[in-house]
């Protein structure tokens, strides 16, 4: 590998991540912050580097990511979204491996909005007959 480096964005709920993938050793920055750092919780560690293992590249690169929105299960998805498509531009034949596991499918899940009249987006008022 050159001195390239592979840059994609991702998203989740409220929260995009672009994300930097250059030819290294694995270490992660979050934010400017290591990666352990700014996600503690250790099942947000392992959505983050589900497409890495499963192409079998995470020693392979060195990751910068700048995330912003979200709460921190949206921001780990859209880094897990941001990671698989640079790597489809690293490689086009892992494209097939990432797209059978559902890793290049943004996720549309959004928040529902609240509606007027209610309590919120499905919850009603307490109705009282008397």
Not at 27 to 36: A, G, H, M, Q, Y
Not at 41 to 67: C, G, H, S
Not at 78 to 98: D, K, P, S, W, Y
Request: glycine share 10%.
């Amino acid at each position: 590998m050159t001195n390239l480096q592979y840059h994609a964005v991702g998203r989740r709920k409220e929260a995009v991540a672009r994300v930097f993938l250059r030819a290294g050793n694995g270490s992660f920055l979050v934010n400017d912050r290591p990666f352990d750092e700014y996600f503690p919780n250790d099942v947000l560690k392992m959505v983050i580097r589900q497409p890495l293992q499963l192409t079998e590249t995470a020693e392979k690169f060195d990751m910068v990511a700048v995330v912003d929105g979200g709460g921190s299960a949206g921001q780990a998805g859209a880094i897990r979204h941001g990671i698989a498509r640079a790597l489809c531009l690293f490689n086009v034949e892992l494209r097939g491996t990432l797209k059978k596991a559902g890793l290049l499918t943004r996720d549309s899940r959004m928040k529902e909005r609240k509606k007027y009249g209610q309590r919120g987006a499905r919850a009603r008022f307490q109705f009282s007959k008397r």
